[in-house]
């Protein structure tokens, strides 16, 4: 897998990196991840912050029936994935948001 990788050898996701940060700026911060393990993949992460991961899909030109969306920790957290091609390198764009529990009319906690 990662064994006998140079830096070199992630010089395509991180120029895919490079070139969203010239164009794309402006838009929310993701948490970045480039990995030996998958060295032509480019992987953006929006922790609590749906609304940073449908900026980013809106301008990287996903279309909103491309993301795949699951839950998980027994339904307490919505997930929403998608995946593009960019500069050469494949991207992954990742959300995950709180679910919040459903108020009841009429109820007292």
Not at 3 to 23: C, T, W, Y
Not at 56 to 78: F, K, N
């Amino acid at each position: 897998m990662s064994e006998g990788l140079a830096l070199d050898d992630l010089a395509v996701p991180l120029r895919a990196l490079r070139l969203l940060v010239a164009d794309f700026g402006h838009l929310p911060a993701p948490s970045v991840e480039v990995s030996t393990i998958y060295p032509d993949r480019l992987k953006l992460t929006f922790f609590d912050n749906l609304s940073g991961f449908e900026a980013w899909r809106d301008a990287l030109g996903i279309a909103p029936d491309a993301v795949d969306y699951r839950e998980q920790s027994d339904g307490r957290t919505r997930v929403l994935k998608a995946t593009a091609d960019h500069a050469g390198s494949g991207l992954d764009l990742v959300g995950y948001g709180d679910i919040t529990a459903p108020q009841l009319v009429g109820t007292t906690i």
